[in-house]
């Protein structure tokens, strides 16, 4: 500490005044502070200020002086200190300056009216003594006077060039650090225009997707129902003459058994009787016609048979298609019913992800007004998450914000 600064401050336990007070402070320390950059001046609070106390002489445990008031200690910067000090003294000055002034206006005329009055030969040895020694002392203090408050002037001026820097320097950051969050603001409001554009441009597809698709459902429901109904009663129709052909191949076939059976049976006879005749060997003329009669109506029995076979076959051969026309058809219309499930299920999934999306539009992004929504993370990020030695006053890398050479904020000064 510079003996200039120390000439300045008054001895501890001097009451100095306060900034904006009527009331004035006591002086009960001055040095270092343990956590702390610079020289701090401890001040005891009295009268309506002991409520901007901020503790009571101690600071992390180290005690550096004692209060009467439990809290109404405050720890404040020296060039603070200098400052009010300085302007209590300037104001003072001021005042006797004034008062010295008028003193000192009247010795100057009353030594020219001596100097007229006795302008005789011993002029020249009379003028070197016109000021006698208590004006000469009284002229020299207003001149140490006028050098004091020159030099607490000087002193003014290089605060507030300190001051003026720190503040310039401070207002820069802030500047920057202000751009940075308009930048990043307004990155955030247009890629949130674009999303919304992109949601809105989706709920407007997806609803002319949906009235496309109902439109197609609608189609395809008529045409389901009619093909269905249609198709339904051919194949009632179909499935009715198949049950009475049936009926009559069933009465028909057993008639043909039975035929065949018969057929069979006098088959069997007549193939008995010629092997009879065959081995008499001695058969009249009559037996050999009968024989002729019997092979010709043997003949006959055979064809029939053979037609009524082909036409058995045939009979079946129609079933079958009639029963495999049946499962197509029922198939058919299995897929038509799988097909419009399919149509509804999709406008389900449809409707649901419009009203998702417009819950979306109307919880998160867009308010009462039709604009944007303010962002609120549902977690409060600290700015220096994720990076090493970040500043958050100025928003700078580099350095921690207790370290920060620009923050010189006055709140942060007082503790």
């Known amino acids: 500490m510079s003996t200039d600064i120390i000439s300045v401050l008054p001895p501890i336990g001097t009451r100095i005044p306060f900034p904006n007070s009527s009331d004035t402070v006591i002086l009960r320390y001055v040095g270092s502070v343990a956590g702390h950059d610079g020289v701090y001046c401890g001040l005891e609070l009295s009268g309506s200020l002991i409520s901007k106390g901020k503790n009571s002489g101690i600071v992390d445990g180290i005690k550096y002086f004692d209060v009467e008031i439990e809290g109404s200690g405050l720890f404040v910067p020296l060039r603070k200190i200098i400052s009010w000090i300085s302007g209590s003294v300037n104001s003072n000055n001021n005042n006797n300056l004034s008062q010295n002034n008028s003193q000192l206006s009247i010795t100057p005329r009353q030594s020219i009216a001596n100097n007229s009055m006795h302008n005789t030969p011993h002029s020249n040895t009379r003028q070197s003594g016109m000021f006698d020694d208590s004006q000469i002392q009284e002229l020299k203090d207003y001149i140490k006077l006028l050098q004091e ?16 820097d720190e503040l310039d320097v401070s207002m820069r950051a802030k500047d920057a650090r202000l751009a940075r969050k308009e930048e990043k603001f307004e990155n955030y409001k247009k890629q949130k225009e674009n999303e919304v554009e992109m949601l809105m441009n989706t709920v407007k597809t997806l609803g002319e997707s949906i009235e496309d698709l109902k439109i197609k459902l609608n189609e395809k429901s008529k045409v389901i129902e009619e093909n269905s109904s249609d198709k ?117 999934q449809r409707d649901q992800q419009i009203e998702e999306l417009k819950k979306r539009l109307e919880v998160r992004d867009i308010g009462k007004d039709g604009l944007l929504k303010i962002y609120v993370p549902e977690e409060k990020i600290a700015p220096s998450a994720g990076r090493s030695s970040f500043c958050e006053h100025c928003d700078m890398n580099g350095h921690a914000t207790d370290e920060c050479p620009y923050q010189k904020n006055e709140e942060m000064d007082l503790f």
């Open 232 to 348: 339904r009663e051919e194949l009632e129709n179909e499935l009715e003459m198949l049950r009475k052909e049936f009926n009559q191949f069933k009465v028909s076939k057993n008639k043909e058994v039975n035929e065949l059976r018969r057929f069979e049976m006098i088959n069997y006879q007549l193939e008995m009787k010629i092997e009879e005749l065959s081995n008499n060997g001695n058969g009249t003329n009559n037996s050999s016609e009968e024989i002729e009669m019997m092979k010709i109506e043997y003949e006959k029995i055979k064809v029939e048979n053979d037609h009524l076979k082909d036409a058995n076959m045939k009979l079946q051969k129609k079933n079958d298609e009639l029963i495999q026309h049946n499962r197509t058809i029922l198939e058919e219309n299995n897929n038509l019913l799988k097909e419009k499930e399919q149509y509804n299920n999709e406008i389900i």
């Open 149 to 164: 408050r020159l030099e607490s002037r000087e002193n003014d001026l290089k605060e507030l060039d300190v001051q003026i």
